[in-house]
């Protein structure tokens, strides 16, 4: 009986690769290339077709508030198709888990990455990375689309929230999240080849190479205009710190560098990343990336396979007319315009992660850790990373006379703000939908139910979304809380010239200030403007990010139980005509730089 190396566990990786691929057909191996989206996905597609990937877009999902365990089904029922194939080489399942497994209902819902910043708390982003970890695999994926580490040059960027901050350290040190996703890599592991520690992690996917948070104007999808010195210095560094520990895929940037779209530049994605980065994991394209390489969308479809794929590009996140990709992929290989060195290279990449992820050994779901999901525990964890990303702006018109630690016992507090009390606004983009919604969207803690749990039971609360005068006509009122800020966007749909509090909240705010001690909280995803006239009618300010389905981290801060941690991940302008400012360029006069951060 012929011994089937690829097949034999404790072969070595690189072995069970050369065996797999020397069995493969051209059609295979261009299937293993493909990644579908989970709606045109069938077990039947991903049998004959010979898919190597699914991924669920954002907000894409099995049914409305479909929990973990659904998800574990449809993604097991899928994988069928892949195990009756031939070779039985299974799909690896791609998800958007960017500040938790935000697409499943009933998760923990981390802040975005901005709020993380403001931690500067490598140990707290890898602890994160392994709670996010244990979530996505229990609803049967294996692969998270994260982290985002592109360095923030301009809040205007509709993808600011996604990013750690301003400063390429501060990015590089929150990189720990990589470890937190995969696992640690054993001493002596080799630089640049992939690594999962087992079960409990996830591939993870460096993203969004590179430059992508230097783009002219904040621009979304833009062009960043710089120098190469420059590009390594301020963008290419934090993927050197994901590469040394082990990421196993990294994402190609919808961006260009120097007019020059990222997805097709030979140079940055093969002479720099993979060559003398070393990187042995595979590069994947982003959504429907190669349908935005022409005007109109989606023309010029075959010139677009083959100017990524040549360039560097190993997966194709398609995501939905694969048919027609895998046509035009066939005689684009047949004409010998993609050479099958290239191909060949390509899926031995993406067979090498597959291995190392452990798919081969277990591509079913872990039911086991279906009981984790949203647990208590992992719950904490997210509480105590809203606690560290506060930042305390303002605190008292006389800092003498501070308003914060608040009193629990205050007779009487009034609660306003469209944000006080909406859990889609607290977790922003990126949450259940792709671009987030209003209301009670998951599992979870507003800032209100938070303020009502944690004052005295002979506290009256008053919570008024818009106080009218007729608010203020009865008793008077201790102080206030006024929650305000942006309404949830993701990508271009954020990106924003005027970066004004939505919602006429800075009205509200300066409605309220005129007649009770007030505390503004900022929810965010980045800097916006503040009127010097606001500034000083309030009493404190406390920007708290996008801190995501843990509301009583706010309460634990603003009422003294802790302190105050954060620190200011990007430099916060006075008006946008500044814009951009860095720390230690260009910030002259800035309202409070990169850094900033009271104490109380």
């Not at 935005?292 to 010029?300: A, E, F, I, Q």
């Not at 990010?545 to 603003?558: A, F, M």
Request: net charge negative; with cysteine.
């Amino acid at each position: 009986m012929e011994c089937v190396i690829y097949k034999t566990l404790n072969a070595p990786i690189e072995a069970r690769v050369k065996d797999l691929l020397s069995r493969m057909t051209l059609l295979e191996k261009i299937g293993q290339m493909t990644q579908i989206e989970r709606s045109v996905a069938t077990p039947s597609v991903i049998k004959d077709r010979f898919i190597g990937s699914v991924l669920s877009g954002g907000g894409s999902k099995p049914f409305e508030n479909a929990k973990s365990a659904d998800w574990a089904d449809m993604i097991d029922g899928l994988q069928k198709g892949a195990l009756e194939t031939r070779l039985g080489i299974p799909i690896i399942y791609g998800t958007d888990a960017v500040h938790g497994n935000n697409n499943v209902y009933g998760t923990t819902i981390f802040p975005h990455n901005i709020g993380l910043g403001a931690t500067r708390d490598a140990d707290l982003a890898r602890r994160i990375g392994e709670v996010t970890a244990l979530e996505v695999r229990a609803s049967g994926a294996q692969y998270a689309f994260a982290p985002c580490v592109a360095v923030s040059r301009d809040p205007r960027w509709g993808r600011c929230y996604e990013s750690y901050g301003e400063d390429t350290e501060i990015v590089r040190k929150m990189t720990s999240i990589v470890t937190g996703l995969q696992g640690q890599p054993p001493e002596g592991h080799l630089k640049g080849y992939p690594f999962v520690a087992g079960r409990n992690n996830v591939l993870a996917s460096a993203k969004h190479f590179v430059g992508d948070g230097g783009t002219e104007n904040g621009t979304n999808e833009g062009n960043t205009i710089t120098s190469y010195d420059d590009l390594e210095r301020i963008h290419l560094a934090p993927y050197l710190d994901c590469i040394s520990q082990g990421v196993c895929t990294v994402m190609a940037s919808y961006s260009s560098w120097n007019g020059k779209k990222l997805h097709t530049d030979h140079f940055l994605l093969t002479e720099l990343l993979k060559k003398k980065l070393g990187f042995m994991g595979f590069v994947i394209t982003d959504w429907e990336a190669l349908d935005r390489l022409y005007s109109p969308h989606g023309s010029n479809y075959r010139e677009s396979i083959l100017s990524t794929v040549n360039a560097g590009i190993d997966m194709v996140m398609v995501p939905f007319r694969y048919e027609l990709f895998l046509e035009e992929f066939l005689s684009l290989a047949e004409s010998g315009e993609i050479s099958m060195a290239r191909i060949d290279d390509a899926v031995e990449r993406i067979l090498r992660v597959k291995f190392v992820s452990g798919v081969f050994e277990h591509p079913m779901a872990d039911r086991s850790l279906l009981d984790l999901v949203g647990c208590k525990a992992h719950r904490e964890l997210a509480r105590e990373a809203v606690r560290k990303s506060l930042v305390l702006l303002k605190n008292g018109k006389d800092p003498k006379r501070p308003l914060l630690p608040l009193n629990k016992k205050a007779k009487r507090i009034l609660v306003a703000g469209t944000h006080a009390d909406n859990l889609g606004y607290q977790c922003g983009g990126w949450t259940i939908s792709w671009e987030g919604t209003s209301g009670k969207i998951t599992e979870g803690t507003t800032m209100l139910e938070a303020i009502k749990e944690m004052v005295d039971h002979n506290t009256e609360v008053v919570y008024e979304q818009n106080p009218s005068p007729e608010t203020f006509s009865g008793e008077e009122f201790s102080f206030a809380i006024v929650a305000v800020g942006e309404g949830p966007y993701v990508e271009s749909g954020g990106d924003d010239p005027e970066l004004k509090i939505h919602f006429n909240g800075a009205e509200l705010a300066s409605l309220v200030a005129d007649k009770v001690p007030t505390l503004v909280i900022l929810i965010t995803g980045r800097p916006l403007v503040v009127e010097p006239s606001l500034l000083e009618k309030i009493e404190a300010l406390v920007v708290a990010w996008l801190p995501g389905s843990e509301g009583r981290g706010i309460t634990d801060v603003i009422f003294g139980d802790y302190p105050f941690q954060g620190k200011l991940p990007m430099t916060w302008f006075r008006s946008v005509d500044q814009l951009p400012v860095h720390s230690g360029e260009n910030s002259l006069d800035p309202l409070f730089p990169l850094g900033f951060g009271l104490t109380c």
